[in-house]
């Protein structure tokens, strides 16, 4: 039999790379590969799943077995590759060499951990997955508090989540407004305010110290010397895409792995997509683009060599306290800002001297003209 086309990972992109293949090429042999149980669930369903009562089981959408099925496909779960051989075109699984005739790496970015002091390090829990999901929807049922480390989009979003269900949730970072890498201060200010009034108590600036137990419950102590009480802490601080397999095989890394338009790493027959891909030096950690990266490399595995495109990418964040839509200015653009709107309702507009837009932050009511302002959005990969 001739050597399968593999696809590490069974996330969004492994899966849909995977789907909008087999609508090209129904017969050639198929081989997934995931560390994990193989399940088919969305990923940003994770950060509203207290809120809609979903558990790991609820939010899980296909069994590994039913996708073997749908995609005529071997999938190999709770099996993590070890190393890739690009001279022989075969990566290795421990000891086994598994050889391939195109390998496409969706492998996904990890949680970054910061290190706590303190003997309560095994009360962190980063949710990037389901089996994460899992572990800290146990962790806190039947408790209250939850402290939040991050005020990125995922700490924000779990912060809404969990307050809605219920929980007292303090959040804590070291920045000066929420977002700060996404979000103009205006539309951060917004945000934290429908945050705050929904009952999220915010720490900005401080540290974690440490994290002790206390009986049965935690103590956080941040770097001002501030404790904060809770019973469980998720860790929101930020993904690095995997790449160190990637590197031990001499493939080209930066933020991610490198791949250029066609999803091509440098070496011949190897491909990347997802959170661990730098598509033409963007590594976007978003549904929108991977989608994108998805149908294109189809095309190229089915025998069509096909380039990505990506137009305007605005990001919808699920805060309800105070809806958002965000689509930074593409990076290394020049542009002058302006606010419209109060409290909740901001409209922050970013645009080049010609009056041409380059990005947004709409939060509130403004969230209604998305629509209107992505037709003047600029592509990101024309
Ligand atoms: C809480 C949360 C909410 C989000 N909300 C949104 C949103 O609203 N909108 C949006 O656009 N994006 C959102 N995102 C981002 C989006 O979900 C991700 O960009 C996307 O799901 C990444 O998919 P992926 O397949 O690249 O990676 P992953 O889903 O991480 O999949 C990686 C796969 O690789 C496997 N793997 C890893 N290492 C190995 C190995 N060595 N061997 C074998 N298998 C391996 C893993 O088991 C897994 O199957 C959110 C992310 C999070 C965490």
């Known amino acids: 039999m001739s050597a399968p086309v593999v696809i590490v990972g069974t996330g969004l992109a492994?899966?849909?790379?995977?789907?909008?293949w087999r609508k090209l090429d129904t017969q050639t042999p198929l081989l997934l590969i995931t560390a994990d149980d193989g399940r088919s669930y969305s990923k940003p369903m994770l950060s509203?799943?207290?809120?809609?009562?979903?558990?790991?089981?609820?939010?899980?959408?296909?069994?590994?077995?039913?996708?073997?099925?749908?995609?005529n496909a071997e999938i190999r779960t709770h099996t993590r590759i070890t190393g890739i051989d690009p001279g022989h075109k075969r990566l290795w699984i421990g000891e086994e060499a598994v050889p391939y005739r195109d390998l496409v790496l969706a492998?996904?970015?990890?949680?970054?951990?910061?290190?706590?002091?303190?003997?309560?390090?095994?009360?962190?829990?980063?949710?990037?997955?389901?089996?994460?999901?899992?572990?800290?929807?146990?962790?806190?049922?039947?408790?209250?508090r939850v402290l939040i480390l991050g005020a990125g989009l995922i700490g924000c979003e779990f912060a809404n989540d969990l307050t809605a269900d219920g929980y007292q949730v303090e959040l804590l970072a070291p920045c000066e407004q929420v977002m700060p890498a996404l979000l103009h201060p205006a539309a951060a200010s917004a945000v934290q305010a429908g945050l705050e009034e929904l009952g999220v108590r915010f720490h900005l600036?401080?540290?974690?110290?440490?994290?002790?137990?206390?009986?049965?419950?935690?103590?956080?102590?941040?770097?001002?010397g501030r404790l904060i009480p809770c019973d469980a802490?998720?860790?929101?601080?930020?993904?690095?895409?995997?790449?160190?397999?990637?590197?031990?095989?001499?493939?080209?890394?930066?933020?991610?792995?490198?791949?250029?338009?066609?999803?091509?790493?440098?070496?011949?027959?190897?491909?990347?997509l997802g959170d661990c891909a730098e598509v033409d030096g963007?590594?976007?950690?978003?549904?929108?683009?991977?989608?994108?990266?998805?149908?294109?490399l189809a095309k190229t595995l089915a025998g069509e060599p096909t380039a990505v495109g990506y137009g305007p990418m605005p990001v919808t964040v699920k805060t309800p306290a105070c809806?958002?839509?965000?689509?930074?200015?593409p990076r290394g653009s020049q542009g002058e800002w302006t606010v419209e709107g109060s409290g909740r309702d901001i409209k922050a507009l970013c645009r080049e001297a010609s009056g041409a837009l380059l990005g947004y932050a709409l939060t509130g009511a403004a969230v209604q003209e998305k629509l209107a302002l992505n037709k003047e959005l600029p592509a990101l990969l024309a």
């Open 14 to 20: 492994g899966y849909n790379l995977a789907k909008e």
């Open 48 to 71: 509203t799943g207290f809120g809609k009562n979903k558990d790991a089981d609820g939010l899980a959408m296909a069994e590994a077995g039913a996708m073997t099925e749908q995609l």
């Open 107 to 144: 492998w996904g970015a990890e949680p970054i951990r910061i290190p706590v002091e303190g003997d309560a390090q095994d009360a962190v829990f980063p949710i990037n997955d389901l089996e994460d999901y899992a572990r800290f929807r146990s962790a806190v049922a039947g408790k209250r």
């Open 205 to 224: 600036g401080p540290v974690l110290a440490s994290l002790d137990r206390q009986g049965d419950a935690l103590q956080a102590t941040l770097s001002d």
């Open 233 to 272: 802490v998720v860790s929101a601080v930020g993904l690095r895409p995997r790449t160190a397999l990637a590197a031990a095989a001499g493939l080209d890394i930066n933020r991610g792995v490198m791949v250029d338009r066609h999803l091509r790493t440098s070496h011949a027959n190897i491909y990347a």
């Open 282 to 296: 963007l590594n976007l950690l978003y549904v929108m683009p991977l989608m994108a990266c998805a149908r294109a």
């Open 323 to 329: 809806p958002l839509v965000v689509s930074p200015p």
